[in-house]
């Protein structure tokens, strides 16, 4: 099975960098992916690991170790509209393009 | 194109009562699936399909069916509704190949059950 551990709740202040970890245990996977989810909408898809490494997008990288079970996703240059919840998911092999969540980081960007 | 729509937006229902979510995308997507999110649990599977006629259980499939007769459409079904069905229901599709990564997510159907 599956076992994701993400922070409950993180606070930040505007303009800095944020990293929001993301452990898990799994019998196997093939991608670790983060979502943001504004409050009341839908989650949207922010980044993708399938690899050990880092992987850039803009503002957004996120990071995988497979050999220690761990992810992080790092914010940087931090904006108000960052403010949302981001939840680090993997996709179990065997389950086509199914995910399985942990409980989500809700992160506050203060002025 | 629409993307993933989902009707309705809102529901209260009684216990004991039934009732369709409707989910619906029209980007050609083989894969459609639905979750619930509650606070602090984040989304958790139901239950999903791989293409038209063939569907299969999540994490949390006890009180719903589905269905997928055509591959736009996938609805869930509550039989009987209960307290603890009280949810945010999404719903999400995606292409079928492990490359095509992303999930589309509907807006959601906030459901109260009494």
């Known amino acids: 099975g599956q076992n994701i551990d993400q922070p409950t709740e993180m606070t930040a202040t505007e303009g800095a960098i944020v990293q929001i970890n993301c452990t898990y245990q799994t019998s196997g996977f093939n991608g670790l992916f983060w979502y943001q989810q504004h409050a009341g909408e839908a989650p949207t898809f922010l980044s993708y690991?399938?690899?050990?490494g880092l992987e850039e997008k803009g503002r957004f990288s996120s990071f995988l170790s497979r050999s220690k079970g761990y992810s992080y996703l790092l914010l940087k240059e931090l904006q108000m509209k960052d403010s949302a919840s981001y939840l680090c998911?993997?996709?179990?092999?065997?389950?086509?393009?199914?995910?399985?969540f942990g409980g989500g980081t809700r992160l506050m960007v203060k002025p | 194109n629409a993307g993933v729509t989902q009707t309705p937006k809102f529901q209260v229902l009684k216990t004991g009562q039934s009732m369709t979510l409707q989910c619906a995308q029209d980007?050609?997507?083989?894969?459609m699936s639905w979750y619930r999110q509650d606070p602090g649990m984040g989304l958790r599977l139901i239950h999903y399909?791989?293409?038209?006629?063939?569907?299969d259980q999540g994490e949390v499939p006890n009180g719903y069916n589905v269905s997928r007769s055509t591959t736009e459409d996938f609805p869930l079904r509550l039989l009987s509704a209960a307290p603890s069905q009280t949810s945010v229901y999404f719903c999400a599709s995606s292409y079928s190949t492990l490359a095509a990564y992303e999930q589309y997510f509907g807006p959601g159907t906030r459901l109260t059950v009494t």
């Open positions: 998911a993997v996709r179990p092999i065997g389950a086509g393009n199914m995910l399985t």
């Open positions: 690991n399938v690899l050990d």
């Open positions: 980007m050609n997507h083989e894969y």
């Open positions: 399909s791989v293409g038209a006629g063939i569907t």
